[in-house]
């Protein structure tokens, strides 16, 4: 993600918004409880298994090691949710709840695309059977298992139910950048448990970049000695990964970005650029030009090697090229590389970089490889194998599709861009009605979201990741037809805790960071102030507050989040009041609640952010959240006095709002149209807007 086309970016992405928008939200008939991902079919029935320290696992058929040690860890995660310890341990009985597992086959040591990921989960008054062809299936269904859990007066229990269920898409990915930052294995690790909670399937790491080359290569340890600062992952670490994400059924694809964004490959190996180094890790986000050499031999005896080497360390099926965003530009200025096109008859850039994909495939394929690449790799003369990975547009997506390319969405899934859940979750890599026939659909593989790593440190990646992941992994997941907002957002609350068991930080990152700004100041306040503020969204936030890789990520921003929950309640409410008047009298007393919460916040911020250096930056938003609970409170005033005020109040109160909307350390209040839609109706103008 780069910020100089933004413009493009922006095209992409409201086009797909503006096509979910579109499309009505179909209600489902499922009643979903807390699972997520919706299954395909789900029959509760009466009664429920009672879930007491007798509970075991036992396996029948093919049951893989991973999988014993997986059911071992739901053990554990059962275990700690509901404060028993299980004595009953495992092996086939009798009596006494339990949960059989069965497979048929042991599977594949290593998880592949196409597998069968389906499973058969029936939970009766007596035992749970969960029936898998494979292990993976079998993982994804004790994840269901799992989610089912439910507690009351009389106790734990899981409620009596049939589960069939297989997912739409075998393509369920997430990127996730180390490269603009490092990331340790402890964090892959819980995301990667994370990913198989939400029944994810592919880490697509992202591991080389301008700004870091994060793979130990024992061929060439320039890469990453000199690409990295040090940090990088050595092969066993890589191994240890993989093996890892086995374990949970995921597969791991590597991206080796390349002929553009490879700066770091160029600070040990400057004969390999287009162009005369020395060449420096870059510390900037953006597009760069520093670019691999395509009219040299020495540049593909080297990828040779390299990527060789790679596809030993890699067991998947897959490599990812990367290919995007190469302006060309280091190629425009060079001579010898001019003459070569001319030599060759090659027209512009885009043509040389397919002669480059093309002798780089020719690689991989030597290695039983699959290339995939963003869409820039696409021409027509590509093996039908290959994968285009969309960053542009599910159009880009179709057309791969109908001209017999398989393809994975990533438009419309970039949570780097600070976009909600719900604009994410209606992005469909196969909306109804696009017009392709069966066998072009199932060319569409699926999707990835996409963690780009320039705004996200160890700390924060957590929340950045989640929980807006999990709603694209229903999207993938799950029939077309589940695409209930409401339901989704009430399934994403009921989950967030429950990943909280598997280490993830991210929702107690946010008063770990505002105690840090605050010093030893009380953060009551601060939490009220982020609940209600996100960080700008798009590629603003390097735009309105530039900062390097080198920069730390510990400001207010880095606390404040996506989606921010106290501004989605208080969005609900308003147009809740406006729309159900039965509700008003318990909606207007929420809202008097919420902006007395925020005026009272305001003022005790005031005081807390002058006095801490660190939210200098932001000061402004204290007084702005003091002014937002008193026009709250004017309104809702004038609402119930049923007294219209003067046109005078509402111009007042709305040229009130228009500082207030302005984002300050890249910060933007995410309730100012609700606050207008108030004023507006105190003011008895009744527009639908
Ligand atoms: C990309 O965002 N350039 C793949």
Request: glycine share 8%.
């Amino acid at each position: 993600m780069k910020n100089r086309i933004v413009r493009l970016r922006l095209v992409g992405w409201f086009g797909v918004i503006l096509l979910a928008a579109n499309i009505s939200s179909g209600q489902t008939d499922l009643q979903s409880r807390n699972l997520m991902s919706v299954p395909s079919k789900v029959v509760w029935k009466t009664g429920k298994l009672t879930l007491n320290k007798e509970f075991a696992v036992s396996f029948k058929g093919a049951a893989h090691t991973r999988l014993r040690k997986y059911a071992g860890r739901v053990m554990t995660r059962l275990e700690g949710r509901t404060v028993m310890s299980f004595s009953g341990g495992s092996g086939s009985r009798t009596s006494g709840p339990q949960l059989t597992i069965e497979t048929k086959f042991a599977g594949n040591n290593l998880p592949r695309l196409g597998e069968d990921e389906s499973y058969r989960l029936e939970i009766d008054t007596n035992r749970a059977v969960l029936s898998a062809a494979t292990n993976v299936g079998a993982m994804r269904g004790l994840e269901t298992f799992l989610q089912l859990l439910e507690g009351g007066e009389e106790g734990f229990y899981f409620p009596a139910v049939l589960i069939e269920d297989k997912p739409r898409f075998p393509w369920r990915g997430l990127l996730i950048d180390v490269a603009r930052h490092y990331q340790p294995l402890e964090v892959l690790k819980r995301n990667i448990d994370a990913m198989a909670a939400v029944k994810l399937y592919v880490l697509h790491w992202h591991l080389t970049e301008d700004q870091g080359f994060r793979v130990e290569s024992k061929n060439f340890p320039k890469l990453h000695t000199l690409g990295s600062d040090g940090l990088f992952y050595t092969q066993q670490e890589i191994r240890e990964i993989i093996s890892y994400a086995a374990d949970r059924g995921i597969r791991v694809v590597p991206e080796f970005d390349m002929p553009g964004h490879a700066t770091s490959w160029l600070v040990g190996h400057p004969e390999l650029a287009s162009l005369p180094g020395p060449y420096q890790i870059e510390r900037n986000p953006g597009i760069f030009d520093p670019t691999l050499n395509p009219i040299k031999e020495e540049t593909y005896q080297f990828l040779d090697t390299f990527l060789t080497e790679m596809a030993a360390l890699f067991p998947d099926s897959h490599i990812h090229i990367g290919g995007d965003e190469n302006e060309g530009k280091q190629w425009d200025a060079n001579p010898e590389i001019q003459a070569f096109m001319k030599q060759k008859g090659i027209k512009d850039n885009h043509q040389l970089q397919t002669y480059f994909n093309k002798r780089i495939l020719k690689i991989l394929e030597k290695n039983g490889k699959v290339m995939m690449g963003w869409d820039e790799i696409f021409q027509p003369d590509l093996p039908k194998d290959v994968v285009i990975h969309s960053w542009r547009g599910q159009k880009a997506l179709a057309e791969a599709a109908q001209q017999g390319y398989t393809g994975v969405l990533s438009n419309g899934y970039y949570i780097d861009l600070m976009y909600p859940a719900s604009e994410h979750y209606l992005v469909d890599p196969l909306p109804a009605g696009t017009g392709l026939n069966s066998e072009e659909q199932a060319r569409v593989l699926g999707g990835e979201a996409t963690m780009w790593g320039e705004w996200v440190s160890p700390e924060t990646i957590d929340s950045r990741i989640w929980m807006r992941t999990a709603a694209i992994a229903e999207r993938l997941w799950s029939p077309r037809e589940v695409r209930d907002v409401d339901d989704m957002y009430r399934r994403l609350d009921a989950l967030s805790i429950r990943l909280e068991e598997l280490g993830l930080t991210h929702r107690r990152i946010q008063p770990v960071l505002l105690r840090r700004l605050a010093g030893a100041k009380e953060i009551s306040a601060l939490q009220t102030l982020v609940s209600v503020i996100e960080p700008v969204k798009q590629y603003q936030r390097y735009q309105q507050r530039p900062q390097t890789m080198l920069d730390p990520l510990t400001g207010l921003i880095d606390a404040a989040q996506a989606d921010a929950p106290g501004a989605r309640n208080f969005n609900r409410l308003i147009d809740q009041f406006r729309t159900e008047k039965q509700n008003d009298a318990d909606a207007a007393a929420e809202l008097r609640n919420i902006f007395s919460g925020w005026r009272k916040a305001g003022i005790e911020l005031i005081p807390v952010m002058r006095n801490s250096p660190a939210l200098h930056e932001a000061q402004e938003l204290g007084p702005e959240l003091r002014d937002l609970g008193e026009i709250g409170l004017e309104a809702l005033e004038y609402l119930e006095k049923g007294s219209a005020p003067g046109k005078e109040w509402r111009e007042e109160k709305l040229k009130r709002l228009e500082p207030i909307s302005k984002p300050k350390a890249a910060l933007e209040f995410a309730v100012i149209e609700g606050l207008r839609k108030l004023i507006n109706k105190a003011a008895g103008i009744t527009a639908s807007n």
